[in-house]
T-cell receptor, first 116, second 116 residues
Framework: GDSVTQTEGQVTVSESKSLIINCTYSTTSIAYPNLFWYVRYPGEGLQLLLKVITAGQKGSSRGFEATYNKETTSFHLQKASVQESDSAVYYCALGDRAQVVGQLTFGSGTRLQVYA | NAGVIQTPRHKVTGKGQEATLWCEPISGHSAVFWYRQTIVQGLEFLTYFRNQAPIDDSGMPKERFSAQMPNQSHSTLKIQSTQPQDSAVYLC??????????????FGPGTRLLVL
């Protein structure tokens, strides 16, 4: 089967400090993964933060970056300087590029709390 | 664009009652997905439709759960004889049905179901 493992629980970071949320995936059926980071801000729905469909490629959005490393099957989310407004729950997700349409497999979510 | 609409936002049912959850996908999106989110299991795929046809229901509990998409503007998830373990947030998502956009799913706000 497919699975996604990401930094568990809550991460607390001081404003302007750097952040990394780890994500690794495992798959027995997907030859060409699509990798995503979704985010849920307080009071809002789940929304796409960034996506990457090619190994070695970097995705970026709102100051966040993630590089798809096929060798280590990883897609870690990083930001050089976080802000209080980044406080949210972040989900790493895996899809299958070989399918036109298909389900996503999500990690358990990581709650980021940024304090001033 | 109103985004994916889900109704009701909250639903409380008694054990053994039926619950019907509604989803209206983004106009023009012909792929519709249902996911369930609990603290213990995280975000789990349930089922999806493409052009109103059921494609994959591998995540659906075999008993009591059913989903339909009678037209392109709405889908329903029905739970018969609800049990306390059905309590969860049920998320609907939609996507385009083409290679250019099908990899991005847009999520609704979710329906929080509580079974007493």
């Amino acid at each position: 089967g497919d699975s996604v493992t990401q930094t568990e629980g809550q991460v607390t970071v001081s404003e302007s400090k750097s952040l990394i949320i780890n994500c690794t995936y495992s798959t027995t059926s997907i030859a060409y993964p699509n990798l995503f980071w979704y985010v849920r801000y307080p009071g809002e729905g789940l929304q796409l933060l960034l996506k990457v469909i090619t190994a070695g490629q970097k995705g970026s959005s709102r100051g966040f970056e993630a590089t798809y490393n096929k060798e280590t099957t990883s897609f870690h989310l990083q930001k050089a300087s976080v802000q209080e407004s980044d406080s949210a729950v972040y989900y790493c997700a895996l899809g299958d590029r070989a399918q036109v349409v298909g389900q996503l497999t999500f990690g358990s979510g990581t709650r980021l709390q940024v304090y001033a | 664009n109103a985004g994916v609409i889900q109704t009701p936002r909250h639903k409380v049912t008694g054990k053994g009652q039926e619950a019907t959850l509604w989803c209206e996908p983004i106009s023009g999106h012909s792929a519709v997905f249902w996911y369930r989110q609990t603290i213990v299991q995280g975000l789990e795929f349930l089922t999806y439709f493409r052009n109103q046809a059921p494609i994959d229901d591998s995540g659906m509990p075999k008993e009591r759960f059913s989903a339909q998409m009678p037209n392109q503007s709405h889908s329903t998830l029905k739970i018969q004889s609800t049990q306390p373990q059905d309590s969860a947030v049920y998320l609907c998502a939609s996507s385009l049905d083409d290679w250019g956009g099908a990899d991005t799913q847009y999520f609704g706000p979710g329906t929080r179901l509580l079974v007493l």
